[in-house]
């Protein structure tokens, strides 16, 4: 086969500093040793996230300049609005600024103290917003989806066995309805299938239990349908998608993903009882109905730039680049999460260096070690981000000490991937070196954001 090309051509370049390893540890102690702390313009390729940070099209700066930013009823909203339903089919379509706003609706107004919201897995701010409103929040993530090595298809899927105990548990009255988030991004990016949709809908139809998706990357993730699933083969990703909302009550949207566009959201629903209710709330945090968070020009924006997500030749080109940092990878041993997902990839940072105990933060060292070899910014997801203290105030390691590499979107090309390889490679056959870290600050909260760190001797 042929290598597989980016489907675009560039027209406007952005310079990225290149910098020496001096600088890059000069920076580094200025950072307290936490990437978060660094500037941005120091970190050469930044694989913090994928979230608004992807490039957009000629097509969609060009529908930048159309935006009309009439306070009611722009021709804007008129094209979001129906790119919306052409691609969810859901009669009501409120638009936000970030994906948060409409889980922070959808909770506010739905959501009663002590219910009970179930998940494959829910996504730190959906989590936080459902227990802000009073709720649990329960994962029911499949079991292959726990084991990191374990190679499977849809490894984002919900354990259907224990979404029928849940209800079981808790009664049908007290769940208002399930969320399922697609592709799973707590869980590594990792597919739904459409079988696991239709049977999670199946169940939940028996006790009159609404279905929400949280849509954030549905392209994706109705790409990898159409690769791996039986009878999709010829299908079109919007068909896919189609079929995958024609299972849900309500969708969450966070367009800074497969929006394609570095702001924006949506919430739909079908039901008009909800959309009254939900309108109330927009207009209240957001904005008025026909612009929600957002100004004209996004609305333009994020138009062009779903359907562009549904593009097959674009999303071969999104899974080439994640597949050939694996393949590049693979064949050296470097211990990551398997299969790779659809915007990211994780290193096992608890293989990757063995000497470093869970509690000197094994992924804090790795992600230090490939910021100082190459300039490059990547994420720890392990016992900073997830790290708990039990009742005697001993602090807890996770289950897992990962390194999340994420693709911003038609951002990086193939030489910024070979450098990156480059970079990992390095490390790798220097992994003895990687320090362990403690933490000399945290605060109360999300102590990985702000915490500061002092290498370990
Ligand atoms: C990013 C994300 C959100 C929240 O969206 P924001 O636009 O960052 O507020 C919700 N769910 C999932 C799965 C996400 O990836």
């Known amino acids: 086969m042929r290598t597989i090309i980016e ?134 993530l499949c079991a292959e989806g726990m084991q990191p090595a374990r190679i499977a298809p849809f490894k984002g899927n919900m354990d259907t066995d224990r979404l029928k105990g849940c209800i079981r548990q808790y009664g049908p009255e007290n769940i208002p309805f399930c969320m399922i988030t697609v592709t799973n991004n707590t869980g590594g990016g990792q597919p739904v299938s459409m079988a696991n949709i239709r049977e999670v809908k199946t169940i939940l139809s028996e006790h009159n239990i609404p279905l929400v998706i949280d849509a954030c990357r549905f392209a994706e993730n109705a ?21 995958m909302f024609s299972y849900a009550d309500a969708a969450t949207m966070s367009c800074k993903k497969d929006g394609l566009a570095n702001i924006g959201g949506f919430l739909v629903c079908n039901d008009d009882r909800w959309a009254e209710q939900f309108k109330n709330m927009l207009i209240l945090r957001e904005g008025f109905p026909t612009y929600g968070g957002l100004a004209g020009r996004d609305l333009e924006v994020i138009a062009v730039g779903l359907m562009e997500a549904l593009d097959y030749d674009y999303q071969v080109y999104r899974h080439a680049t994640v597949q050939y940092l694996r393949k590049k990878l693979s064949p050296l041993g470097v211990p990551m999460v398997r299969p790779v997902g659809g915007h990211a990839v994780f290193l096992d940072a608890r293989a990757f260096a063995p000497h470093v105990p869970p509690l000197q933060y094994p992924g804090i060292g790795l992600v230090n070690a490939i910021y100082l070899e190459g300039g490059i910014r990547c994420v720890e997801l392990g016992s900073v981000m997830f790290g708990k203290f039990d009742e005697q105030g001993k602090e807890v390691a996770a289950p ?31 992994r003895d070196a990687i320090n362990g870290f403690r933490l000399v600050y945290q605060p109360k909260f999300l102590r990985h954001f702000t915490g500061r760190f002092e290498p370990v001797e």
């Not at 935006?67 to 936000?96: C, N, Q």
């Not at 897992?400 to 590499?405: D, G």
């Open 7 to 140: 489907p675009f051509r560039i027209k406007m370049t952005e310079p990225i500093k290149v910098t020496t390893r001096q600088y890059r540890q000069r920076a580094l102690t200025g950072a307290h040793y936490n990437v978060f702390l660094l500037d941005a313009e120091d970190c050469c390729i930044d694989l913090l996230t994928d979230s608004g940070t992807g490039a957009m099209s000629s097509n969609q700066w060009a529908a930048l300049m159309l935006g009309d930013e009439s306070y009611a009823g722009s021709k804007s909203w008129k094209k979001f609005e129906s790119t919306v339903k052409k691609i969810t089919g859901m009669r009501h379509v409120l638009p936000t600024h970030q994906g948060r706003a409409a889980e922070g609706i959808l909770a506010q107004v739905l959501v009663k103290k002590g219910q009970v919201i179930p998940n494959n897995s829910h996504f730190d701010t959906t989590r936080a917003n459902m227990e802000f409103a009073g709720a649990l929040a329960v994962d029911l």
């Open 223 to 243: 790409y990898f349908i159409r690769e791996r699933e039986d009878g999709y083969a010829d299908t079109t990703l919007l068909k896919i998608a189609g079929e």
């Open 400 to 430: 897992l000490e990962l390194v999340r590499l994420a693709f911003p979107r038609r951002v990086y090309t193939q030489s910024h991937f070979d450098y990156l390889a480059e970079v990992i490679e390095n490390v790798w056959n220097h």
